[in-house]
C-alpha cells in the first residue's frame, strides 16, 4: 500500500517529470526484455533480449548520477560480456533450441509459481520500507563522478580493488585452462601428405569441383557423371556429413539417361560399354541403360534439348574420367 | 516520481533472472538469466547510493560488474568444455553422476 501512496503523492523528495517519463520508458523496454530473454526459445534470441535490457538499465545508471558505471555498463556489459556470450552460442550451436520436454513433472509450474511468490515477497520489502526522503547525488558528486569513484576504490577499498586483480587474472587463466587441448599427434606437412596420397594410390588429382547447372551453382550440389549419377566426391565431406547435400532432381537425371538411351539406339549400340572404377564415385547404380561413352554423341547429333544438362554433362565428363584414373 | 521505483523495477528484474535460471534448460540461457540477475542488483546498489548520498553503493557495484565479468569468462569456458564432452548444452543431459 506504501507503493502506491508513493506512486501517487510527490513526497518530499521527487524527481523532475522528465526523468519520470524517461524511467517508465525504461522499465518497459528493460522488462520486456527480460520477458523476452525468459521466454525466447533461441539462445541467440534470448541474448539480443538481454542485450536491450543491459542499455535500457545503463541509461538508467546514468539517469541516476552514476556516469561512470554508466559508461561502464555499456562497454562492459553489452560490449563485452554479451558479445563473449553470443560467441559461445555461435560455438556451441546457435540452431540448438531448447527442450520442451520437462525432466522433472510439473517443474516450470512449479518454477512459475514460486517466481511470482518470490517476486511478491521482494516488492512488499520495499514497499514497506521509509523510502519517503532521498539525498541525492549532489554534494557526493560535487567533486565530479568518476573522481569521487576513484577516491573512494583507492583509499577504503583498495584492498578489494587488488583482490579483485587477482580475481581476474585467475578467471583468465581458468579460461585458458578449461578451453586448451593438447595435440595428440604431430602436425604432418604437405609434403608428406602428398607423398601418402601418392603411396597409398589415393586420389593425386584435385577432386572434382561441384557442378554448375542453370540453376544452381551452389558448393552443394553434386557434379553429375557421364551417366547421369552423381559424382560424391565433388562435395565437400563437411556437407556430406552434415546430409547437406542437394540433390539434383529426378527430371534433370531422368532426362539425361533418356538422351543417352536414345543416342545408343541412334548408334546401334545396345550394349554398353562397361569401365571400371566408377563404383568408387557412384552412389546409385545410373538409371536406365548407361551408355558412358556415348556422351559426345549426344552433342554431336545436335539433341540440345537441354542445354544446361548437357553442358554440364560435359564439364564433368572428363572429371569423371581422373575419378577413374586414380 | 520517487526513486524508490528503480528498486521496483530491480525487485522485477531480479525475479524474471530467478524465474528463468529455474526454467530453461540450456547453459548458456541460465547464464543470462544469472547475469540478469547481477545487474538488478547493481540497478538496486546504484539507487541505494542515491538515496543515501554516497558513493559507497556505486563502488560496488562498480566491484559487481568485475566479478560478473571474470565468472561470466569462467562459466562460459565451462560450458564449452562440458558440449566438446558431451555434444549438448542442456543442463538435463549432465547427468554422468546420475548414472
Known sequence: MNALTSLALPAAGATSTGEAVQ?????????????????????????LCLAATMLALAVCYLAQGAAFLGAVQIVVYTGAIMMLFLFVVMLVGVSTEDSVKEVLKGQRVAAAVCGVGFGILLI????????????GLKSANAGGNVQGLA???FTQYVWAFEVTGALLIT???????????????????????????????QQVT?????????????????????????????????????????????????????????????????????????????????PGPPAPGAVTGVN????????????????????????ERS | ?????????????????????????NAIVLFMCVELM???????????????????????????????????VVGLAIIVSVFRTRHSASVDDTNLMKQ
Request: proline share 4%; net charge positive.
Open chain 1, 23 to 47: 524511467f517508465w520508458v525504461l522499465a518497459v523496454i528493460a522488462v520486456a526484455g527480460a520477458l523476452g530473454m525468459l521466454l525466447c526459445r533461441k539462445a541467440v534470441h534470448s541474448a
Open chain 2, 38 to 72: 547481477l545487474n538488478a542488483a547493481n540497478l538496486a546498489l546504484v539507487t541505494f547510493s542515491r538515496l543515501h548520498g554516497n558513493l559507497d553503493g556505486q563502488v560496488i557495484a562498480f566491484f559487481t560488474m568485475v566479478v560478473a565479468a571474470a565468472e561470466v
Open chain 1, 206 to 286: 584435385p577432386l572434382p569441383s561441384p557442378g554448375v547447372y542453370a540453376r544452381h551453382n551452389a558448393v552443394d550440389v553434386p557434379a553429375l557423371l557421364p551417366d547421369g549419377s552423381p559424382a560424391e566426391t565433388s562435395v565437400s565431406s563437411t556437407l556430406r556429413a552434415r546430409n547437406q547435400v542437394r540433390e539434383v532432381g529426378t527430371g534433370l537425371r531422368g532426362k539425361i539417361a533418356e538422351l543417352e538411351a536414345g543416342t545408343s539406339d541412334w548408334l546401334g549400340r545396345r550394349t554398353p560399354v562397361q569401365r571400371t572404377g566408377t563404383d568408387v564415385v557412384r552412389a546409385a547404380p545410373p
Open chain 1, 151 to 153: 577516491r573512494l576504490i
Open chain 1, 300 to 323: 554431336g547429333n545436335g539433341v540440345n534439348g537441354n542445354g544446361a544438362a548437357n553442358g554440364a554433362v560435359n564439364g564433368k565428363a572428363s572429371s569423371g574420367d581422373e575419378e
Open chain 2, 1 to 25: 516520481m520517487n526513486p524508490a521505483n528503480y528498486l521496483y523495477l530491480s525487485a522485477l528484474l531480479f525475479t524474471i533472472g530467478a524465474s528463468g535460471v529455474l526454467i530453461r534448460r
Open chain 1, 171 to 201: 578467471a583468465a587463466v581458468g579460461a585458458m585452462v578449461l578451453t586448451h587441448r593438447e595435440a595428440t599427434s604431430v602436425r604432418r606437412s604437405q609434403r608428406e601428405l602428398a607423398e601418402q596420397r601418392v603411396r597409398l594410390g
Open chain 1, 124 to 135: 512488499a520489502g520495499i514497499a514497506n520500507a521509509n523510502l519517503r526522503t532521498f539525498t
